[in-house]
């Protein structure tokens, strides 16, 4: 293969490339909420369709029409209740979902004049309103006596945690690490949801009462599945993944700026002084989904100079939305498609660059298209998806798929009875809030369903 030859750097990774005002303003909001004004015209953009294709275009089926007439006619927190009686996650899911693909795609308008009604920021409009008032307004049922456990705080387990507790069982989350709200808090760029309103949105959530989190206990580690179901009428498994993909180049353990993308982004959430994160001034993204374009795009608004994210497939093969992808270009980030890392380059202990082949299509089948070049980088994130974690289960007799995802049915169960899982950790479904919500909220009719049975024979 030839190969497009240059001279390696030396790795240029440093704090507070920009002042914290800089900073402040990169990292705002990345919509601004409507206002009353444009809420009411965006609303009225919409027909109001009957069997509405936004709705089943919704993965948790908000009735989308109702809750846009109820902004239109001002009663926004009528619109919230409408919008959380399916989805009790609706406002990180107005800010983090991909509606251009979803409800938004879906649109009539979208299909006659390209312009679809803004579903996702009205949704965020009325449940604004919801979580302003600072009033949960489901009450609970009377106490059934029941107990389920839930691993993972993550949007599976909250959803399923909050229908249950409405239902009027006693629910315990056991959660790993030391904050709810799973990549909510910890994996989504934080100018998708700034002023800690992932946070804020679990306070939302727990206030319903009757459920006790228990944080930094990971199954597998300090509770067994086996112990759980002994002590609880029922479990639900929200585990996410676990670690990101490995390249499986040389060097790649080795090389400190070699970094798993899906932990920096965490470090970042986390930051209480962005100018504080040290970031590289050539900074190198391998991968094609959201999480892909979160690290990039966060690192040119933390003053990287150049940010490239490479794809070993096509454009229109990359999981991260059209929007994502317009995202990063719009910000200043190259999107190179066609290309497969073989070899990480270092100089002095760190890596310089990474040396790509150019690939192409044969029948669906993805072949090197006999050339390479270097791209040079201070900074290589990784961010090829994660992996299952099958082995926080210890054996048990959990069925899982060839790539260590739990197997379940329509309604979430899995082959061991009393146990339901949902979400990430789940077989064949779309790694996003909203998906996690449904699993959650669709375990929980279950469970609540199989618990009322056995306490009726």
């Known amino acids: 293969m030839g190969i497009v030859s240059e001279q390696p750097g030396i790795a240029d990774v440093a704090r507070g490339r920009l002042s914290r005002e800089a900073l402040e303003a990169n990292f705002a909001d990345l919509h601004p909420p409507l206002s009353a004004h444009e809420a009411g015209i965006e609303a009225d953009r919409c027909y109001f369709c009957y069997d509405a294709p936004c709705v089943r275009a919704c993965p948790t089926a908000i009735d989308v029409p109702l809750f846009i007439r109820q902004i239109a006619a001002g009663n926004r927190l ?145 509770v067994s599945l086996e112990a759980l179901r002994s002590d609880h009428d029922a479990v639900f498994l929200g585990l996410g993944l676990g670690a990101t ?52 795009v966060q690192s040119k ?53 990474t040396l790509f082949e150019r690939t192409r299509e044969e029948d669906g089948a993805l072949v090197g298209a006999g050339r390479a070049y270097r791209v040079e980088a201070d900074v290589v994130f990784v961010a090829i998806g994660q992996k299952a974690a099958p082995e926080a289960l210890a054996g048990a007799e959990v069925q899982c798929d060839k790539d260590g995802r739990i197997v379940v049915d329509e309604e979430r169960r899995t082959s061991l009875a009393g146990v339901w899982a949902g979400g990430d950790c789940v077989a064949g479904e779309l790694d996003l809030t909203v998906r996690a919500v449904e699993d959650g909220k669709r375990a929980a009719r279950s469970i609540d369903a199989a618990l009322k049975s056995k306490a009726q024979s």
């Open 78 to 222: 009528g619109a919230a209740r409408t919008i959380l009686d399916a989805n009790i996650m609706g406002g990180m899911c107005a800010r983090v979902c991909p509606t251009d693909t979803l409800c938004e795609q879906a649109c009539v308008r979208e299909a006659a004049e390209g312009q679809p009604v803004r579903i996702g920021r009205l949704q965020r409009y009325a449940v604004d309103a919801q979580m302003e008032a600072s009033k949960n307004p489901f009450d609970r049922a009377a106490p059934s006596g029941k107990r389920v456990a839930i691993v993972g705080a993550g949007p599976a387990g909250l959803a399923c945690a909050h229908a249950l507790a409405v239902a009027g069982h006693e629910v315990t989350i056991f959660e790993a690490r030391e904050k709810s709200g799973g990549l909510n808090e910890y994996g989504i760029a934080a100018y998708k949801t700034p002023n800690d309103f992932a946070a804020k949105e679990v306070a939302f959530i727990l206030s319903i009462g009757g459920v006790t989190v228990k944080h930094g206990v990971a199954l597998g580690r300090d």
């Open 245 to 296: 993909n490995k390249l499986g180049l040389a060097g790649e353990g080795e090389l400190a700026n070699v970094i798993d993308a899906v932990d920096y982004i965490a470090d970042l959430r986390q930051a209480k002084d962005l100018s504080k994160l040290a970031v590289g001034r050539r900074v190198l993204v391998i991968g094609g989904g959201m999480t892909a374009v979160d690290v990039a």
């Open 301 to 353: 608004l933390l003053g990287a100079d150049r940010v490239t994210i490479a794809y070993r497939r096509g454009t229109h093969k990359m999981k991260a939305s059209r929007f994502e992808r317009r995202l990063a270009q719009t910000s200043g980030v190259l999107i190179r498609p066609w290309a497969r890392p073989v070899a990480l380059e270092s100089h002095g202990g760190a890596a310089s660059g």
